[in-house]
């Protein structure tokens, strides 16, 4: 009888990992170190918050695992290409193809319509953007109707749904967002939320989320809180709101 075949128990590769992260700024005296040897992985369809008082390293994760910053020390690897092996030319690419950012102030070009917006990935790309999948990804943001409008002509809420839709036009591996709810009032930030939430649980995007706000970090499955550049605490379930300010607090109160 021929042996079967054990099907292979290795764990799904995470879309981003990070190993010993290590980020400095300055030297001498005025040297900070921002990361200190973080590691970290996210999985694949998970949506995770970070947290930590300010000045805790969070950005500078988030640009350091996005192939915005290059860290000092330590390893990021995408989709399993680590960035350390790449030139800038290379890493230009990867932040292309494989990365969505969304930042606290939109960043949307304010010249061009909504769908010029989001087809412009597309274009700076060389590509030449199928008007459909623009269609298709203004109306999974809920903005069908807003494809002509200018970003001056549409609510906040509604222009940080436009750069979502921006961030997942390539189709990548992981979308960042720094502070994606950090300029709406509570309202809008519960459509921004419900919406980040939905590309997790019915298309598997996977998304790593900074924020300040324990409601944002209650639509996370997971959050990791930062202090002096270290994880200094970490939930692995979702959490409600007052759970998640309450270790805020402690965490506040112990880096004092
Ligand atoms: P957070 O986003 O949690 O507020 P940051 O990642 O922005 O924290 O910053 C972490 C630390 O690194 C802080 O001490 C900050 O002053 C420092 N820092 C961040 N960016 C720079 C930079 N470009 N040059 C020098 N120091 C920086
Ligand atoms: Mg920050």
């Known amino acids: 009888m021929p042996t079967e075949t054990v099907p292979s128990q290795a764990p799904p590769r995470p879309p981003v990992a990070l190993h010993g992260l290590t980020k400095r700024y300055g030297a001498g005296d005025g040297e900070v170190t921002a990361l200190d040897a973080v590691d970290l992985a996210f999985a694949r369809g998970t949506l995770t918050a970070v947290m930590g008082p300010s000045g805790s390293g969070k950005s500078t994760l988030l640009h350091c ?146 924020t300040h706000d324990p409601v944002a970090a209650s639509f996370a499955d997971r959050v990791v809180f930062l202090a002096d550049g270290r994880i200094a605490d970490e939930t692995t379930s979702r959490t409600d709101a007052p759970a998640v300010a309450a270790r805020m607090a402690t965490l506040e109160a112990r880096t004092r």
């Open 65 to 210: 695992a996005a192939g915005l910053e290059r860290p000092t020390s330590g390893r990021i690897v995408i989709d399993g290409t680590d960035l350390g092996g790449l030139d800038e030319t290379g890493l230009t690419l990867l932040r292309r193809d494989r990365v969505g950012f969304v930042f606290q102030a939109f960043n949307l070009v304010s010249a061009l319509t909504a769908e010029q917006n989001v087809a412009l990935p597309l274009r700076l790309a060389g590509r030449r953007p199928d008007p459909a999948d623009v269609a298709r990804a203004l109306a999974g943001v809920g903005l069908a109707d807003r494809a002509r409008h200018r970003p001056g002509g549409l609510s906040g809420g509604q222009q940080q749904r436009v750069a979502i839709a921006r961030a997942l036009i390539g189709r990548p591996a992981v979308l960042f967002a720094d502070e994606p709810t950090g300029a709406l009032d509570t309202v809008t930030s519960q459509t921004v939320l419900t919406l980040l939430r939905g590309l997790v649980d019915d298309r598997r995007q996977t998304v790593i989320m900074v």
